[in-house]
C-alpha cells in the first residue's frame, strides 16, 4: 500500500515538472533548428549555410534580400540608399561609390558609419584573420597584394590594403574592383561582407563573437544568449535600421544535429522551422505533410569525378591516350540512369543533371536560366540526354557501348557484358543516401561485366584522399557561393584547392591535347579562359566564354554530375512571410507567428 | 585507515596517472597519424590562410614539440582552444558539457541503483511468485534491449505520440525520458545480480540461525542478508559508470542533450584536436577514478578483502 502511494507521487511530481517544461512558445518567440552549434558566427570566419542564417539576423550588409509580391527574391538597399551604378575608371577598373543611410546604428547605439566596412572587409581577407572565405573578395582591387605569401608561407605585403575607402564624414564608401563584377550586389549581401564593430573586435578577436555582451550587429536581431549544444536566442534589435517592419520579437535557434529528435520536435510543435529530416522518411513526409515540406531548388550539383592522374581504371595496353580515356569515363557517365537516382534514391525532388552548372543561375538577361544554353550546341540539350523515357535511356547505353568498343574493349554480344574491362575503385563517405547510389553503380557497372569496389571512409578521411588525388573515381558535391556560374568553373583551375579532379596538376600538367590545335595544357587552355572571363566587361561575351569553359570541363568526361541538389526543409503553417534563398538561407526577420 | 590501504591507495595512483599519460600519448599520436585535419573542409582555404590557421595553432612546428607543448599545458591545466568552434577555450566546453552529461548520469546512476536493488531484493523474498517472474521478464528485456533502440522508442511515445514531456533534452523536463533511457539497463542488470545473491545469502546458515533464534524477518532481510548480498551490486558500480557514460553518447545524440558525449563524437569527425585530446583525457581520468573508488568502496564493506 505504502509503494502505491509513493509510486502515485512520484508519477504527479514527473507530469508537474514535465508540464512545467512544455512551454510550446508564444507568438513573441519563434523556435527554430538549423543545425548544430556553429563554428562560428563571427560574419568573417563562418562558413556553413546555418551559421549565414543566424548572421543574417544579427548583422545587414550594404545590400540584402527581400521577398516581392511575386515570392520571388530581389535584392534591395539596406543599408545604402540606392544601388550606384559603377563607373569604369582610365585604368580599365571599376569605381561604386555607396551613399549609407542616415543614423546607422550598431545593436548597442553606437553610431555605425563607412570607417567600419573598411574595418570589415580587410579584416577578413587578412590571411592571419583565417577566413575560410577570404576569397570572396577576390574581386576587390587590392586583394592580390594582400593574400600573397611568398614559398615558406609568410605575408609578403603585411601592410597592403584592399581598395576601398570610407570618406571624411564616413558617409561614403568607395569601393575599386579589378573588373566589372556582374554579381557584384550578390557579394555584398554575404554574410563576408557584413560590418563588425572594430572596438569589440580588436579587444577579444577570437571571443567576441562567443559572447553576449561583445556580439555586437547591426541586424534585424542580437544575441541574449548561446547555451553551448543547446540554444541560441535572438531578441529584437531596436537600433536596427528597419526595425518598424521586425514583428517576432524572439527567435530561438535550437541547436542539434540528430534528424530524429530534431523531427521529433517538428511534429509536436516545438520547432516551427527544420532544415533536415531523416533521410528514410522524406518519401512518407511528402505525403504526409504536403503542404509543410518544401523541396526548394538550390544552387549545387551531386557528381562523381575521376582523378585525371590515376590510370588504374584503364587497361594501359587498350587505352593508351588521353583522348580515349576521356572516351572511357564518357562512356561509364553515359550508362548511369539519372532519373532512376533522382527519383528512388534521392527521393527529394532532385532534377537529373546534365551539365555541372546547375539550375537557378540566370544569364545577362536576368532571365533566362544558363543551363537553357549548355551543351556543344549551346541549345540547352546539355551534354547528354536525361529524357525520362526508356528509349532515351536505351539510347545512352548504346552509345555508351559504341564509345568504349572504340576505344578497344571486347563486348559479348551474348551476355552482354564486357569481358575485359578492369575493374575499379569508388570512394565515398559515409552516409546512407551516398551509400545508396554507390550500391547503385556497383550493380548498374557489374551488370556490363565492369567490376567496381566501393570504399566507404569517413568524412575527414575522405576529404583528405579527395584533395591529395589518392583514388580513381569519388563521389562529389558542391554548392555555390553566388548567384554567377563561375561559383562552379573556377574551382576547376590547376591552382585551384578545389580541384579534386586533378586537372593540370602532377602527371596531368603535361598533357597538350586542349585548345583549338590540340596541343596546349590545361593551364594554357582551361585557366587562361577562367583568367578571361574573371576580366571581361562585356556581359554577354563574359557568358560566351563560361558556356565555353563548362564545354571544356565536360568533354574531359572526368566530372560526372549526377543530379542538382535541393533544398529540403519543414516550415509550419503557423510561421508567415518566411523565405528561403537558393544558398540555403533562411530568412526569419520578416516572418509572423500565427 | 590501516597501512595497508594506504600503500595500496598510493600504487593505484601512481598507476592511475601512467594510464591517464599513455592515454595521452597515444591518442595524440594516433590523431595525428588518421588522415584529414582540422582546417580540411568541403571547400577548401587558400594556402594564406591554411599556413595562417597552422601557425596560429601551433600545427606547424614538429609532432614531437607539439606533443610536449601539450603535456606542458596540461600540467598547468591548459587544454588550449578549440580548432573548430573558433573562439571556445576546450575547458569550458568540457565544463559546460559535462556538467549536463553529470547530471543525467549521476540520477540515471542512483535512480538504477535503488531501483535495482529494490526490485532485486523483491524478486528474491517473492521467488518464483508471479512479481518475481513479471521483475525478471520486464529486467531481462531490459538488459537483452541497446539503449538507443530505448531511446528511440521512449521519444516516439512519450515525446511525439502523447507529447507527456518535451523532446527537448537541454531543458529539465525534458531530461527525464533520457534519465530513465540510460538507467534502464543498469538498473534491469542490478536487479538480477541483486537477486541471485539475495538468493545465495538466504540460503546461507547465518540467516536460518538467526530466523531459527526468532529475528523479525524485515531485520534478517536488511541487516543481515542485504548488505552481504550487495556486494557483488558495489563491484559492478564501476562498469556501470562507465556504461552511463558511454551509454550517454547514444542517449544523449537522441534527446538532444547538450552534454559531453556529443562534443566528444564531433570532436573526432571535426579533427578538432584539442578537443579531442581535452575529452578523451577528461573521461579516461575520469573512468580511472570511479574505478579507483569502487576497489576502495569494495574494501570497506567486506573487511576479508586484502589488497596485499
Known sequence: ?594 | MDSKLAYYILKRVLLAIVTVFLVITITFFVMNAVPGGPFLGEKAVTEAVMKALEAKYGLDKPLGEQYLTYLKGIITFDFGPSLKLRGKEVIDIISVGFKTSAKIGGIAAVLAVILGVTLGSIAAIKRNKFTDKTIMVLSTAFVATPSFIIASFFLIIFCVNYQIFPARGDTTAGLIVPIIALSLYPMSYITRLTRSSMLEVLGQDYIRTARAKGVKSSKVIFKHALKNALIPVLTYIGPMLAYILTGSLVVERIFSVPGLGRSFVNSITNRDYTLIMGTTIFLASLIVILNLVTDILYKLVDPRIDFS
Open chain 1, 1 to 594: 500500500m505504502k509503494l502505491r502511494k509513493l509510486f502515485v507521487v512520484v508519477l504527479l511530481l514527473i507530469s508537474v515538472i514535465a508540464l512545467a517544461g512544455c512551454k510550446k512558445g508564444d507568438k513573441d518567440t519563434l523556435v527554430v533548428c538549423l543545425g548544430p552549434n556553429p563554428a562560428t558566427i563571427d560574419p568573417a570566419l563562418n562558413s556553413s549555410v546555418d551559421g549565414a542564417t543566424m548572421i543574417i539576423h544579427a548583422f545587414t550588409g550594404l545590400v540584402g534580400y527581400q521577398q516581392n509580391d511575386k515570392g520571388a527574391l530581389e535584392l534591395v538597399p539596406e543599408l545604402v540608399t540606392e544601388l550606384p551604378v559603377p563607373t569604369k575608371l582610365q585604368d580599365g577598373k571599376y569605381q561604386y561609390v555607396f551613399t549609407l543611410k542616415d543614423d546607422l546604428k550598431w545593436s548597442d547605439g553606437s553610431k555605425l558609419d563607412a570607417n567600419d566596412f573598411v574595418y570589415a572587409w580587410n579584416r577578413a581577407v587578412n590571411p592571419n584573420t583565417a577566413a575560410d572565405y577570404a576569397y570572396m573578395f577576390d574581386v576587390v582591387d587590392g586583394y592580390n597584394a594582400v593574400t600573397e605569401v611568398d614559398d615558406d608561407g609568410n605575408i609578403v605585403n603585411p601592410n597592403a590594403k584592399l581598395n576601398v575607402t570610407a570618406s571624411a564624414d564616413g558617409k561614403k564608401l568607395t569601393v575599386i574592383l579589378s573588373s566589372n563584377v556582374p554579381y557584384f550586389f550578390e557579394l555584398l549581401a554575404f554574410p563576408t561582407y557584413m560590418p563588425v564593430k572594430k572596438s569589440v573586435v580588436d579587444a577579444e578577436p577570437d571571443k567576441w563573437a562567443t559572447e553576449v555582451d561583445t556580439y555586437i550587429g547591426n541586424g534585424p536581431y542580437k544575441m541574449i544568449e548561446w547555451v553551448q549544444d543547446s540554444k541560441i536566442v535572438f531578441e529584437k534589435n531596436p537600433n536596427y535600421h528597419n526595425a518598424d517592419a521586425v514583428k517576432i520579437k524572439k527567435i530561438e535557434f535550437a541547436l542539434s544535429d540528430d534528424d530524429g529528435a530534431i523531427l521529433a520536435n517538428y511534429k509536436n510543435g516545438t520547432y516551427k522551422l527544420i532544415d533536415s529530416v531523416p533521410n528514410d522518411e522524406i518519401s512518407s513526409l511528402r505525403k504526409e505533410y504536403k503542404d509543410e515540406f518544401i523541396i526548394a531548388g538550390q544552387l549545387g550539383t551531386y557528381y562523381l569525378n575521376f582523378n585525371v592522374n590515376d590510370l588504374s581504371i584503364y587497361d594501359d595496353k587498350i587505352v593508351t591516350t588521353e583522348e580515349e580515356r576521356q572516351k572511357v569515363r564518357l562512356a561509364l557517365s553515359l550508362l548511369i540512369d539519372r532519373n532512376y537516382i533522382a527519383d528512388e534514391i534521392g527521393q527529394a525532388g532532385q532534377l537529373p543533371a546534365n551539365s555541372f552548372v546547375p539550375i537557378g543561375l540566370t544569364e545577362p538577361d536576368g532571365k533566362t536560366e544558363f543551363i537553357a544554353k549548355n551543351g556543344p550546341k549551346g541549345d540547352g540539350a546539355g551534354y547528354y540526354s536525361v529524357e525520362n523515357t526508356d528509349e532515351a535511356y536505351a539510347a545512352n547505353c548504346a552509345e555508351a557501348i559504341k564509345l568504349l568498343q572504340e576505344v578497344g574493349y571486347t563486348f559479348d554480344t551474348k551476355t552482354k557484358k564486357f569481358t575485359n574491362f578492369p575493374s575499379f575503385y569508388y570512394i565515398t563517405n559515409t552516409g546512407t543516401g551516398h551509400q545508396a547510389i554507390a550500391n547503385y553503380l556497383q550493380s548498374l557497372y557489374s551488370g556490363y561485366g565492369i567490376i567496381m569496389s566501393i570504399v566507404n571512409q569517413e568524412w575527414g578521411v575522405f576529404l583528405e584522399t579527395r584533395k591529395q588525388g589518392n583514388y580513381t573515381v569519388a563521389r562529389n558535391g558542391w554548392l555555390g557561393d553566388y548567384n554567377d556560374p563561375i561559383s562552379f568553373l573556377d574551382m576547376w583551375t590547376s591552382t585551384s584547392g578545389n580541384n579534386d579532379v586533378q586537372f593540370g596538376k602532377d602527371a596531368h600538367a603535361n598533357v597538350k591535347i586542349y585548345g583549338k590545335d590540340k596541343n596546349q595544357s590545361w593551364a594554357e587552355t582551361y585557366d587562361k579562359l577562367i583568367e578571361q572571363i574573371k576580366s571581361s566587361s562585356d556581359p554577354v561575351k563574359r557568358f560566351e566564354l563560361m558556356h565555353q569553359a563548362e564545354d571544356m570541363l565536360m568533354t574531359t568526361g572526368a566530372i560526372v554530375p549526377i543530379y542538382y541538389y535541393t533544398d529540403l526543409y519543414m516550415v509550419s503553417p503557423d510561421l508567415k512571410g518566411f523565405f528561403a534563398s537558393p544558398l540555403g538561407y533562411k530568412f526569419l526577420m520578416y516572418a509572423e507567428l500565427k
